[in-house]
């Protein structure tokens, strides 16, 4: 089932909305800016092995935890920073799903330089497969499985899929001119 589709039948209600407000205005829309882009690299590292929900809910922990996903300053963190992050009650405290959020800010800082964006350098290597994604990601990137990759790059408008065609929803994320359609029509 699509998560367009599961989002109906979701109780209780807080439940439902908390997904509904993810999937009607996030999900699938292309990201601009590099450091939201980050933000949301980390926060499908950190759904690696428990639900979405959970990551959703700790969505405002993480943006405070880690500088509203600043990549600068998320790339200068220091051991103290690490041991904040892991004593952190309201993110996910795992090690080395923080020490790839570190490594990965200093990754982007270095693609920045090369290609001046985060986003630039996604967007010079697309169109690719998933398979094709997948192995670029884990020759650039850590903690960047399978399943990270492809949500990471379907919610943020590099990959089809995030919407069936028939969600109200998906006509508004092409208006947005994501990667994948962009490159449909040319």
């Known amino acids: 089932m699509s998560y367009c589709l599961a989002i109906e039948g979701m109780q209780p209600e807080s439940r439902k909305e908390l997904h509904k407000n993810y999937?009607?205005?996030?999900?699938?829309?292309?990201?601009?800016?590099?450091?939201?882009?980050?933000?949301?690299?980390?926060?499908?590292?950190?759904q690696a092995g428990l639900s979405w929900e959970t990551v959703l809910k700790k969505e405002d922990s993480f943006r405070i935890a880690y500088d509203n996903f600043n990549i600068r300053k998320i790339a200068a963190y220091t051991e103290e920073d690490r041991e904040r992050l892991l004593n952190d009650s309201g993110i996910i405290r795992?090690?080395?799903?923080?020490?790839?959020?570190?490594?990965?800010?200093?990754?982007?800082?270095?693609?920045?330089?090369?290609?001046?964006?985060?986003?630039?350098?996604?967007?010079?290597?697309?169109?690719?497969?998933?398979?094709?994604?997948?192995?670029?990601?884990?020759?650039?990137?850590?903690?960047?499985?399978?399943?990270?990759?492809?949500?990471?790059?379907?919610?943020?408008g590099y990959l089809k899929g995030a919407h069936h065609e028939t969600c109200p929803i998906h006509s508004k994320v092409l208006a947005q001119k994501p990667l994948w359609k962009r490159n449909l029509d040319h």
Do not use: C
């Open 23 to 46: 999937h009607d205005n996030y999900y699938g829309f292309p990201i601009h800016d590099d450091n939201e882009l980050f933000g949301r690299l980390i926060l499908e590292i950190n």
């Open 94 to 156: 795992n090690k080395l799903k923080v020490n790839a959020a570190i490594e990965n800010a200093r990754t982007i800082l270095e693609l920045q330089k090369e290609f001046g964006s985060f986003e630039k350098w996604l967007e010079y290597n697309h169109p690719l497969t998933l398979q094709e994604w997948m192995k670029l990601f884990k020759k650039t990137f850590k903690f960047t499985g399978g399943e990270i990759v492809n949500e990471f790059l379907m919610s943020t």
